[in-house]
């Protein structure tokens, strides 16, 4: 293996771990699951393209102009679907990937189908890395504010929730507005290292494979989503030496995790010093007598229980 | 003493079946008031109407002089007034610590730049809501417990949790759907002292939904008696044992009665 090809890997895994973040505050604290995040990265991506060629953005503020549109084009998504109970939802982002993909495809300024081509390959390693680091720092700090425990709130039990003065819709379009601005920064950072964009790339297989990330890392972990996303994106390429049988491979694998831990890897649990602190500790000695530091850096203040 | 809640009248159909039916009382501030009646009596529905989680079909609720039906959930909170529910509804997953620090989240106004940039509002905010839920833990009897999953506490101590997650709102009227449902005699006493305690520490008026006589007789002032989404009955414990129409409703004097009783 040359580090070219481990580079590209590396690569690989920051733009899928920007996304999942995203998804991870959506699904993983929110309750919410979406089978259309890959539209948001689609909306990202053209918007990052079309913001660095055509109106000539450096390319940081391309890859936020990016996010910023998907965001905004959440809002009316969210405004209209997050009314709806539970599984509604769900289908209504599906519509909306699908009905994205189906929108580029035939609109001939970005490409259609063919695609846009001759994009400069300006992502590279360090600032992939860049980005991943700053999107985790930003939703570790978001889940353990006032904010992020108002939508765990709504995910364990939004009507109770909403009895003790959470405003459910307000902090669900947060939410959904939060995660499409990642996609749409990870679809960014797609385009521009791929040099290409085409909407076959963000079909809905694309938008369950992010889906299937957060929950193989666990419902409301950030080191879970981390853990699962570089994982799961490196898995594949590690399995190259099955040849033919590495998607079966990594299918049963991901199936295995689900049967073996239903709550994914982490399972609501964080990796935190607290938790080293833990594993170091000679066996029997950790009593039952929670660690006062666990609840800081646990997920909503969740400290890590073997 | 004024009223604190004002029910004028209040109507809610469901298609074809009234629920509750021009149903009118009040509760006066600072008490604690009961509301009975056999099961399907509509009891559980005038709490949905008053928390703005069901809209009225018509009629008013009032609290503290302003209309606080078909308001959100979350904004009937903000005027101050919560609820706990009949099946238990925490926040399963998390500490008994989390669903407080999580309800009392009004107490802060730190918005999410500050989270992430954790700025002296953040942290200000932060401390003034920890400081709060400890004493709320404390008050609640239930620092011991802090740090358990919600979902693994017993049932006595997770109806307490859940009393305790609602006083957190700082509420002015709060509402308990049932709160001794499953509680065996010892646990019912030690919440009967609760109840007083709350209405006293918390300033807090109560309007408690219960089956268990003993509990409703030995410490509400006022009852409200439903039955078939009517009012029955409204007075003192004494008022209401004694009213022929309550004794009927429960003990059933007709056959039709019992049967659908």
């Given at each position: ?5 481990i ?5 690989l ?9 995203g ?20 909306v ?6 079309w ?8 390319f ?6 990016g996010?910023?549109v ?19 939802f ?25 695609g ?6 300006t992502?590279?390693l ?10 985790t ?21 939004e009507?109770a ?13 947060m ?5 499409a601005?990642?996609?749409g ?6 385009a ?5 964009l ?12 992010l889906?299937i ?7 409301g972990?950030?080191?879970?989503t981390?853990?699962?996303s ?10 190259r030496a099955?040849?033919l049988w ?14 073996s ?20 500790r ?9 660690s006062?530091?666990a ?11 073997q | ?6 029910v ?29 009646g ?15 989680i ?10 503290e002089?302003?209309p ?7 904004i009937v ?12 509804r925490?926040f ?12 009392c989240?009004?107490?802060a ?7 992430i940039?954790?700025?002296?509002r ?12 400890e004493?709320?833990m ?9 740090s ?17 997650r609602a006083l ?18 010892d646990?019912?006493?030690?919440l009967?002292?609760?109840?007083g305690?709350?209405?006293?520490e ?20 006022n009852?409200?008696v439903l ?7 409204e ?7 004694n009213d022929?129409a309550v004794?009927?409703?429960y ?11």
């Amino acid at each position: 293996m040359n580090w070219f090809y481990i580079k590209g890997i590396l690569i690989l895994c920051g733009i899928n771990l920007t996304a999942v973040l995203g998804l991870s505050l959506l699904t993983g604290f929110t309750g919410l699951f979406s089978f259309g995040h890959a539209g948001f990265m689609a909306v990202g991506g053209y918007a990052a393209v079309w913001a660095g060629l055509r109106m000539g953005l450096p390319f940081p503020v391309a890859l936020l102009a990016g996010g910023l549109v998907a965001g905004i084009v959440s809002l009316p998504i969210g405004r209209l679907t997050l009314n709806l109970k539970g599984d509604y939802f769900c289908i209504a982002t599906l519509g909306f990937g699908e009905a994205i993909r189906l929108v580029l495809d035939n609109v001939q300024t970005f490409g259609g189908a063919r695609g846009w081509a001759g994009i400069p390959v300006t992502t590279t390693l360090f600032n992939v890395t860049l980005a991943a680091a700053l999107g985790t720092f930003v939703m570790v700090r978001l889940v353990h504010s006032r904010h992020g425990r108002n939508m765990i709130a709504i995910r364990e039990e939004e009507l109770a929730a909403r009895t003790v003065g959470i405003n459910a819709l307000k902090y669900k379009m947060m939410s959904l507005f939060i995660s499409a601005v990642y996609a749409g920064v990870a679809g960014g950072l797609q385009a521009y290292y791929l040099g290409f964009l085409q909407p076959k790339m963000f079909s809905m297989t694309r938008s369950t494979e992010l889906t299937i990330m957060v929950i193989f890392g666990g419902i409301g972990s950030i080191s879970g989503t981390v853990l699962g996303s570089i994982l799961l994106t490196a898995l594949p390429e590690l399995l190259r030496a099955f040849a033919l049988w590495r998607l079966v491979v990594y299918g049963a694998s991901v199936i295995f995790i689900m049967i073996s831990r239903p709550e994914g890897l982490m399972g609501g649990k964080e990796i935190s010093i607290a938790w080293f602190r833990r594993l170091l500790r000679p066996v029997g000695v950790g009593g039952a007598g929670g660690s006062g530091g666990a609840g800081g850096a646990g997920a909503g203040g969740r400290g890590v229980r073997q | 003493m004024s009223d604190i809640l004002e029910v004028r009248h209040l109507t809610k159909r469901f298609g074809g079946l009234t629920a509750v039916d021009d149903v009118s009382f009040s509760v006066a501030e600072g008490s604690i008031a009961g509301l009975i009646g056999p099961n399907g009596a509509g009891k559980t529905t005038v709490f949905n109407l008053m928390t703005g989680i069901y809209k009225v079909t018509s009629g008013e609720i009032m609290f503290e002089g302003k209309p606080v039906h078909d308001l959100d959930p979350h904004i009937v909170a903000e005027m101050g007034v919560t609820r706990t529910f009949q099946n238990i509804r925490l926040f399963r997953r998390l500490s008994v610590r989390d669903n407080i620090l999580t309800a009392c989240h009004g107490r802060a106004d730190y918005n999410v730049a500050d989270s992430i940039l954790h700025t002296p509002r953040y942290r200000q905010g932060e401390r003034r809501l920890a400081t709060e839920s400890e004493r709320l833990m404390d008050l609640m009897n239930l620092t011991e417990v802090a740090s358990s999953r919600a979902s693994e506490l017993p049932y006595g101590l997770q109806r307490r949790l859940e009393i305790a997650r609602a006083l957190a709102v700082r509420p002015r009227l709060i509402l308990l759907d049932e709160p001794a449902a499953g509680m065996n005699p010892d646990e019912t006493m030690q919440l009967m002292a609760l109840i007083g305690r709350i209405r006293d520490e918390f300033a807090c008026t109560v309007l408690v939904i219960e089956h268990r006589m003993d509990l409703i007789m030995g410490i509400c002032e006022n009852i409200v008696v439903l039955n078939f989404g009517r009012k029955l009955a409204e007075g003192s414990p004494e008022v209401v044992q004694n009213d022929p129409a309550v004794i009927e409703a429960y003990l059933g004097a007709h056959e039709e009665v019992s049967a659908h009783a």
